[in-house]
């Protein structure tokens, strides 16, 4: 368990006013976010509840890729400084993937070649992140990416 930073400032522009009367409502769009946009993923063990600008995770998820998908889904939304992540993996233990936040001029490629070595392994990073990204060269500034071992 642990907390995850993010931009505020970059993600999907999908919350209210993130005051406290806004909290339920904008708790039930984000959890609504997540459904959709993972939606080969099963969700609905998790619960998601917003106290100002941090997310609150909590709830089970089959794997540690389905687990760190849920929080980048989460984070990665304009207006969330951070995700406490309280979710439990149940499928067995599986090494943590290690993150990386998009720089500007930051291409997958850019990416892959500072962490792999490799500017050709950047298929691999954009696996790792569907269905968060839907194309290779649509990343932007402030993004969090999983990048896998």
Same mark, same amino acid.
């Given at each position: 368990?642990?907390?995850?930073?993010?931009?505020?400032?970059?993600?999907?522009?999908?919350?209210? $006013?993130?005051?406290?009367?806004?909290?339920?409502?904008?708790?039930?769009?984000?959890?609504?976010?997540?459904?959709?946009?993972?939606?080969?993923?099963?969700?609905?063990?998790?619960?998601?509840?917003?106290?100002?600008?941090?997310?609150?995770?909590?709830?089970?998820?089959?794997?540690?890729?389905?687990?760190?998908?849920?929080?980048?889904?989460?984070?990665?939304?304009?207006?969330?400084?951070?995700?406490?992540?309280?979710?439990?993996?149940?499928?067995?233990? $599986?090494?943590? $993937?290690?993150?990386?936040?998009?720089?500007?001029?930051?291409?997958?490629?850019?990416?892959?070649?500072?962490?792999?070595?490799?500017?050709?392994?950047?298929?691999?990073?954009?696996?790792?992140?569907?269905?968060?990204?839907?194309?290779?060269?649509?990343?932007?500034?402030?993004?969090?990416?999983?990048?896998?071992?």
């Amino acid at each position: 368990m642990s907390l995850f930073s993010f931009i505020k400032e970059a993600g999907e522009k999908i919350l209210d $006013a993130l005051t406290p009367d806004k909290a339920q409502a904008n708790g039930e769009a984000l959890t609504k976010h997540v459904q959709e946009a993972l939606s080969g993923i099963d969700t609905s063990k998790i619960q998601v509840k917003v106290e100002g600008e941090k997310v609150i995770a909590t709830g089970e998820a089959a794997s540690q890729e389905e687990k760190e998908k849920i929080l980048l889904a989460l984070g990665n939304v304009a207006g969330v400084s951070g995700v406490d992540d309280q979710i439990t993996v149940t499928g067995g233990v $599986a090494q943590e $993937a290690k993150f990386v936040t998009v720089e500007k001029g930051d291409t997958l490629s850019a990416i892959s070649k500072r962490v792999y070595g490799d500017a050709n392994k950047y298929n691999k990073i954009f696996e790792a992140n569907k269905p968060q990204l839907k194309h290779p060269d649509k990343i932007y500034p402030g993004q969090v990416l999983r990048i896998p071992e």
